[in-house]
């Protein structure tokens, strides 16, 4: 079983930077991609960003390309996202996410562990 608990998020005007973590609690030799999601009040949860288990292949949504970054550091088991020139718009829950397979993913349906959440508030 893998825990994911995120951190980082918290209130910032528009136009500047956050950067968000997940650690996963479970260090084990399965391979698998790592995720970002996003929920704002009355959406649905939307894709933010995935990560290959190699690091080679990244997604992102194509409202936060070349704003967002998504890292990671498997020696440490965790994953970061990185945002930049943040906009109200990107206020929302986010949340991490642990793939089934060692292939980045924009389906949230491909990933079988998820996070608690941490509130991103973008203000005017």
């Known amino acids: 079983q893998v825990q994911l608990v995120e951190s980082g998020g918290g209130l910032v005007q528009a136009g500047g930077s956050l950067r968000l973590s997940c650690a996963a609690s479970?260090?084990?030799?399965?391979?698998?991609?790592k995720g970002w999601f996003r929920q704002a009040p009355g959406k649905e949860r939307e894709f933010v960003a995935s990560?290959?288990?190699?690091?080679?292949?990244?997604y992102y949504t194509d409202s936060v390309k070349g704003r967002f970054t998504i890292s990671r550091d498997n020696t440490k088991n965790t994953v970061d996202l990185l945002m930049h020139s943040l906009k109200p718009e990107d206020t929302a829950v986010y949340y991490c996410?642990?793939?089934?397979?060692?292939?980045?993913?924009?389906?949230?349906?491909?990933?079988?562990?998820w996070g608690q959440g941490t509130q991103v508030t973008v203000s005017s």
């Open positions: 479970e260090r084990s030799n399965r391979r698998y991609a």
């Open positions: 990560i290959s288990w190699s690091g080679n292949t990244r």
């Open positions: 996410a642990a793939g089934d397979s060692p292939s980045a993913s924009r389906r949230y349906y491909d990933y079988g562990y």
